[in-house]
């Protein structure tokens, strides 16, 4: 019975797409029919052949083996003199091996090899897909690089395309995370089911935009203007106006890139800026959640701000097939998109080993994402220092549709990898 409900959720879920579609007509279904079919098969790889689970599970042992590398330094900085061992705590053994995972990543980017396989991969998805093929490279650049840090890369892109294109990639990137907090989710969510979203939630963000923003990209106009500043030699390289499977000239002016150890200082300043975000944001939500929690307690016992997010959440966690849990999965994706995944992760880590198969996959999907409130603010913020005032204008009037294909990737991608965990 739960599996039919789980198909029904995943027809609705795309019903709802269509119903709040800003051009229905143009909604191209062969493209949206190739993309679904193409996930859930990809889906259904990952989850249930030994393979593809060996895949995601070998991937998600090296974001946790990146981790314990980590935790070396964590234990010679922060270790008692005393000689006491350290206490594990969600700093030390979440945010903290942060400071590890972003410079690696950023190293591979300044020698070229994060922009080759973006690039490579994000022409293959073009061609299958039959999506803009910037928007495909934008959607593979998201799954390695966030998504302010891959609408930074492709300023000149945005300036040139025009403002309903603009407004798809701000829908798309609500619905990302970024390879350098990967690990992080893996220590407190089954790793298993964190490298599975990630793939997934790439192709559901072109679904869900292609439905709710269609938009016609002519040949001409179908171009990758400019890779951006993520490789090392970016402003050295005449790109110009290069198709994506144009090769990027090798000549570097060598006296005109950045040195490494400067540009490795640099990154992992960045890291530990990064880190500080987190933890205020954590922090802050939790403790804004426990005094609004107080205020409605004052009011009437039962009354919290987890029971409201779950009246309002229960009939789209109810359609994803968890049956008796719905309520609780209906308040943890409230509580998720009002604070952030970090919080909901670390409210359920000790728990989660106890949950049905089904439940923690549809739950630890759900969560893999950055869509929530304060991602819209950031994404409002990008476009407005990047782009002319009408295009930033048109994405602050569509903060609903921004918000809605933040929730609908999310509910997309949960669907899609339940159907075949039970």
């Not at 990952?46 to 234990?75: K, P, Q």
Request: aromatic residues 10%.
């Amino acid at each position: 019975m739960y599996l039919l409900v789980n198909v029904l959720g995943l027809v609705v879920f795309i019903g709802l797409a269509f119903l709040f579609s800003k051009n229905r007509s143009a909604i191209k279904w062969r493209s949206v029919g190739i993309m679904t079919v193409l996930n859930l098969v990809l889906a259904w790889f990952l989850t249930s052949f030994s393979i593809g689970r060996d895949m995601v599970d070998a991937a998600a042992n090296g974001f946790n083996e990146l981790v314990s590398v980590a935790s070396v330094g964590i234990e010679f900085a922060l270790k008692p003199l005393t000689g006491a061992s350290l206490q594990p705590t969600f700093m030390t053994n979440v945010l903290l091996p942060i400071l590890l995972v972003v410079p690696l990543f950023d190293i591979l980017t300044y020698f070229g090899v994060l922009p080759f396989i973006i690039k490579w991969l994000g022409k293959g998805l073009s061609k299958i897909t039959g999506q803009p093929k910037f928007e495909s490279f934008f959607s593979i650049e998201m799954m390695f690089l966030g998504n302010t840090e891959a609408l930074a890369v492709s300023g000149l892109q945005l300036k040139n395309m025009n403002a309903k294109r603009n407004l798809t990639l701000a829908m798309m990137s609500m619905s990302c995370v970024t390879a350098s907090v990967i690990g992080s989710y893996t220590q407190m969510m089954p790793g298993r089911f964190i490298l599975t979203a990630v793939p997934i939630n790439v192709i559901n963000a072109l679904i869900v935009t292609a439905i709710l923003n269609p938009v016609d990209v002519p040949e001409e106009e179908d171009t990758i203007a400019k890779m951006g500043p993520a490789t090392p030699a970016a402003d050295n390289v005449d790109s110009g106006s290069k198709e994506l499977g144009d090769e990027v000239k090798d000549e570097v002016v060598a006296e005109g890139r950045e040195p490494f150890f400067s540009f490795l200082g640099d990154s992992i300043l960045n890291a530990g800026k990064l880190i500080l975000i987190i933890a205020a944001n954590v922090i802050a939500f939790v403790a804004l959640a426990a005094m609004i929690d107080k205020l409605l307690g004052g009011i009437n016992p039962w009354l919290s701000l987890e029971h409201i997010l779950g009246i309002i959440m229960y009939p789209f966690a109810w359609l994803l097939g968890v049956g008796a849990h719905s309520f609780d999965m209906a308040q943890l994706m409230g509580t998720k998109l009002i604070t952030n995944e970090f919080v909901v992760m670390g409210s359920v880590t000790g728990k989660v080993a106890h949950f049905p198969a089904h439940y923690t996959a549809v739950l630890t999907v759900f969560l893999t994402s950055f869509a929530n409130f304060s991602t819209v603010g950031m994404i409002v913020g990008c476009f407005k220092g990047m782009v002319s005032d009408d295009k930033s204008k048109l994405i602050a009037k569509n903060v609903g549709y921004l918000i809605l294909s933040g929730i609908l990737v999310s509910l997309f991608s949960a669907a899609m990898v339940g159907l075949f965990v039970w």
